[in-house]
């Protein structure tokens, strides 16, 4: 066979012989794809870990709270807290998330459970927004995503993702959601399941 030959043979063979390699999938992580797919690192408390504090400002159903006295992680140690961080206030999955958790807040969670929602809203937003659903629980406001990006929830929209945390009496990360769907019962099941192993029921 003549060389020219068999070196086309070679490179034929060596195409097939080698798989393409799978371009990194970047939903499995949390975030959402966006143009080409690329790697992305998760970050953020697993379970087991401590989960970092913070303090941030907050406004409820009956208004904004003081500018002196954010919500402090720090001081809900031994209790149970879920952290609750969504994109927008008044879009329809967020809408859905909050109102559910308000509707069944004594089934998921309990009077001794301290719930939090945060997103990068303006806290006369989240008042309106909590008065709107009759919200039994605060919402923090964190427009620069500095505690977002410490929980993974963080996006390059300039909104929040739909993550859930929840932490245990002891400050460790019980369990986290980095990809909580607002309209999926099983994924609220398993907060409320989370909740009662934290509070040892």
Same mark, same amino acid.
């Given at each position: ?21 799978? +371009? ?6 949390? &975030? ?6 690329? !790697? $992305?690192? =998760?970050? #953020? ?50 809408? +859905? ?6 509707? &069944? ?6 009077? !001794? $459970?301290? =719930?939090? #929602? ?84």
């Amino acid at each position: 066979m003549p060389l020219r030959a068999i070196a086309a043979a070679a490179v034929v063979l060596s195409l097939i012989a080698v798989p393409r390699l799978p +371009a990194q999938d970047s939903s499995k992580s949390g &975030q959402p794809s966006k143009g080409p797919p690329t !790697a $992305v690192m =998760v970050s #953020g408390p697993d379970s087991g870990r401590r989960a970092p504090t913070f303090r941030l400002p907050w406004a409820n159903k009956d208004g904004v709270g003081p500018a002196d006295q954010p919500y402090d992680l720090a001081l809900d140690r031994g209790k149970t807290v879920v952290l609750a961080f969504y994109p927008r206030d008044f879009t329809n999955g967020c809408t +859905a998330e909050m109102r559910t958790f308000a509707e &069944q807040y004594d089934s998921l969670f309990g009077a !001794a $459970v301290v =719930v939090v #929602g945060i997103s990068t809203d303006p806290l006369e937003t989240h008042s309106r927004f909590a008065a709107s659903l009759d919200l039994p629980f605060r919402l923090l406001s964190d427009p620069t995503q500095v505690v977002a990006r410490r929980y993974a929830s963080n996006d390059r929209s300039g909104y929040l993702r739909r993550t859930v945390y929840v932490i245990g009496p002891d400050g460790k990360v019980q369990y986290r959601n980095l990809r909580f769907n607002a309209l999926d019962p099983k994924h609220y099941a398993e907060l409320g399941a989370a909740v009662r192993r934290s509070r040892g029921g």
